[in-house]
């Protein structure tokens, strides 16, 4: 289902974090938030998730307005992987992933058949379906990660929000996770650090900087070395793996001197 942001701006006291912000996710798409450190990437994931109303401005799941929507009805369409996802309860793996059935239940503890299957297909499709009996507290941080994506795949959403999906994980568990997400055909909206992995499994980039969006497009369009020189302040080339094909992201020696 197609996602779209009109004008979004979002602030707190006399700073504003995001300003006027449009982008449009069409369905089935993967659209990757690129930007360093502060621009403002979580602030819009959590605005276009509904977690936070824009001060100005509309974000639309096909039709609806996305702030207007009940927050159960949201719940089920909308599902957000967070960056730092912690619980002190004592649950097992595959109770942390049942969380993501609360919208479809309307209460919690419930049967325990109770999209039993949605909860089993979520936890192999995110590759933890060996951890299922094994405590939240004793997992790892990738680990962590990976029973949190089957938790919002369990919600069976229209659309999937994650914040720095990768964190915690290894190469291999990266490119798992990013391959499990590409596969679903959901429309996805990821903040994203790797601009590699970017490059490979995002139909569109959308690039901020300081809550401003400076360049959006395919991935071959948006990534260049003027724009790594200029949002990250770091000297690169951008080009064609050799063997891969795909496009690829190489630093130089160092970051950009400034000769203010």
């Known amino acids: 289902m197609r996602l779209a942001a009109h004008g979004v701006t979002w602030g707190v006291r006399d700073r504003t974090i995001v300003e006027d912000i449009t982008l449009d996710c069409p369905a089935g798409s993967v659209t990757g938030l690129l930007g360093p450190n502060g621009s403002g990437k979580t602030t819009l994931l959590h605005v276009m998730a509904g977690l936070r109303r824009p001060g100005a401005g509309t974000v639309r799941l ?45 209460r919690w503890p419930a049967a325990h058949d109770e999209g039993a299957d949605q909860v089993a297909e979520a ?8 951890l299922a009996d094994q405590d939240w507290s004793t997992l790892s941080g990738g680990e962590r990660q990976r029973v949190q994506l089957a938790r919002a795949l369990s919600q069976e959403p229209d659309v999937l929000m994650l914040d720095e ?39 569109r980039l959308v690039v901020l900087r300081a809550g401003r969006v400076v360049a959006s497009g395919p991935p071959d369009e948006v990534l260049t070395a003027d724009l790594v020189r200029d949002v990250y302040g770091v000297e690169a080339t951008v080009g064609r793996h050799e063997h ?10 160092g970051r950009v001197r ?3």
């Open 62 to 106: 096909g039709d609806d307005d996305v702030h207007r929507l009940p927050a159960r009805v949201r719940a089920r369409r909308i599902a957000v992987l967070e960056q730092h996802a912690s619980t002190s309860l004592p649950l097992t793996a595959r109770q942390v992933v049942e969380l993501g059935r609360i919208p479809h239940r309307g």
């Open 258 to 260: 400034s000769h203010g």
């Open 165 to 203: 999906p990768t964190n915690h994980l290894d190469l291999a568990h990266q490119l798992d996770l990013l391959a499990t997400v590409r596969a679903l055909g959901r429309t996805t909206v990821a903040a994203l650090h790797d601009l590699d992995l970017a490059a490979a499994f995002c139909d």
């Open 244 to 253: 891969s094909g795909r496009l690829h992201v190489v630093w130089h020696d």
């Open 123 to 130: 936890m192999r499709r995110s590759g933890v379906d060996h």
